[in-house]
């Protein structure tokens, strides 16, 4: 049974940073295909960050070079490091995490998020 359980929202002001954990259970984290979503208002649900299970990472162009996807094998866990957040990034994040993918179909933008198979509850982010 695998659980992933995110934390570390809150609210923050623009420009500050954040770090965003997803704790995993029940699984290794260097296994998986994995990713960073969110759901901003009025918005679909986007895949701003994905790592692949050879710990390559990508990321769309509204979080690059400000947002850090990475693993941490000692705690089992996948990060967000956020920095210079704007009031764009307010949004619901969500971890996830799918096996049996290939790196190059991991890494590609804008995946669909029904191929996830396991996904956390979601932490809040909001940016004023």
């Known amino acids: 049974h695998v659980q992933l359980v995110e934390s570390g929202g809150g609210s923050v002001q623009a420009g500050d940073s954040l770090q965003l954990s997803c704790s995993v259970s029940?699984?290794?984290?260097?296994?998986?295909?994995l990713a960073w979503f969110r759901r901003r208002p009025q918005r679909v649900r986007e895949a701003m960050a994905r790592?692949?299970?050879?710990?390559?990472?990508t990321y769309d162009d509204s979080v690059q070079g400000r947002f850090t996807i990475s693993r941490d094998s000692a705690k089992n866990a996948l990060i967000l490091q956020m920095n210079t957040v704007n009031p764009g990034d307010s949004a619901m994040y969500y971890c996830?995490?799918?096996?049996?993918?290939?790196?190059?179909?991991?890494?590609?933008?804008?995946?669909?998020?029904?191929?996830?198979?396991?996904w956390g509850q979601g932490t809040q982010v909001t940016v004023s």
């Open positions: 996830a995490a799918r096996g049996g993918v290939l790196p190059s179909d991991c890494l590609r933008s804008d995946p669909n998020p029904a191929v996830f198979r396991y």
């Open positions: 029940g699984a290794t984290v260097s296994s998986y295909c």
């Open positions: 790592m692949s299970v050879d710990g390559v990472p």
